[in-house]
């Protein structure tokens, strides 16, 4: 069946800029995630949904980084005046279940360059 | 706040050899998960170790876990150039993953 898919795949933006990422989960996946993997390192978790509860904020860098998600379906990653810092992959991963216990199926990324 | 800790971070290996990656990590959990991840590409589910003395193995790659011992292991057995790529382990905490940096694997005809 259907993964997780992510678009845009690249996306190159001017600093001061605003992004918009998509996530959309596969179908049936209550809990979905966002993490950035910057150059060469481990992907860092930045925030978590599940169903209709409040999500885990816990892990977004600065208030310049929101996320949406409409019940279980698609999920938006916005991030507001852009810095070159954030150049990265940022990936998507949904999961049944309730817990970090499930297991993650990851998109593909979307490759985000700051000039 | 948990720390997961890999290392080597870069592992050059000959083909035909053996090897081990390990990965520390710094609270109590009772899951981890080894990911690959090829050039360009997203992470691929290799393995879920689920408790303490857990063992599996899946082709040439074999997987263990110590929780008393906060460590787990990615042995490589006569490697093949195939398996190049980062190898990614990570850790269940609260809501989320914590993963460590990753070991780039590369293997030399």
């Known amino acids: 069946g259907a993964g997780v898919s992510q678009s845009p795949s690249n996306k190159v933006t001017e600093k001061g800029k605003d992004v918009e990422l998509r996530c959309d989960p596969i179908?049936?996946?209550?809990?979905l995630y966002w993490y950035r993997q910057r150059l060469g390192q481990g992907l860092e978790f930045l925030i978590y949904?599940?169903?209709?509860?409040?999500?885990?904020k816990s892990g977004l860098p600065s208030d310049r980084f929101s996320a949406e998600r409409t019940g279980e379906s698609v999920s938006t990653l916005t991030i507001q005046r852009t810095q070159q810092e954030d150049s990265a992959v940022y990936l998507c991963?949904?999961?049944?279940?309730?817990?970090?216990?499930?297991?993650?199926?990851f998109g593909p990324g979307t490759r985000l360059t700051v000039l | 706040e948990l720390k997961v800790e890999q290392n080597p971070l870069f592992l050059s290996m000959q083909e035909g050899k053996n090897y081990t990656i390990y990965c520390n990590y710094s609270?109590?959990?009772?899951?981890l998960y080894w990911y690959r991840q090829d050039p360009g590409k997203s992470l691929e589910s290799l393995f879920v170790?689920?408790?303490?003395?857990a063992v599996k193995q899946e082709g040439r790659l074999m997987a263990s876990l110590d929780t008393k011992a906060r460590l787990s292991t990615l042995h490589i057995t006569a490697a093949v150039h195939d398996l190049s790529a980062t190898y990614f382990c990570?850790?269940?905490?609260?809501?989320?993953?914590?993963f460590g940096a990753g070991t780039i694997l590369r293997v030399k005809s």
């Open positions: 170790l689920l408790s303490n003395g």
């Open positions: 179908s049936g996946h209550t809990a």
């Open positions: 991963a949904s999961s049944l279940g309730t817990s970090a216990y499930n297991e993650q199926f």
């Open positions: 990570a850790v269940v905490y609260g809501n989320k993953l914590v």
């Open positions: 949904f599940q169903g209709n509860s409040a999500p885990d």
């Open positions: 609270t109590t959990s009772d899951r």
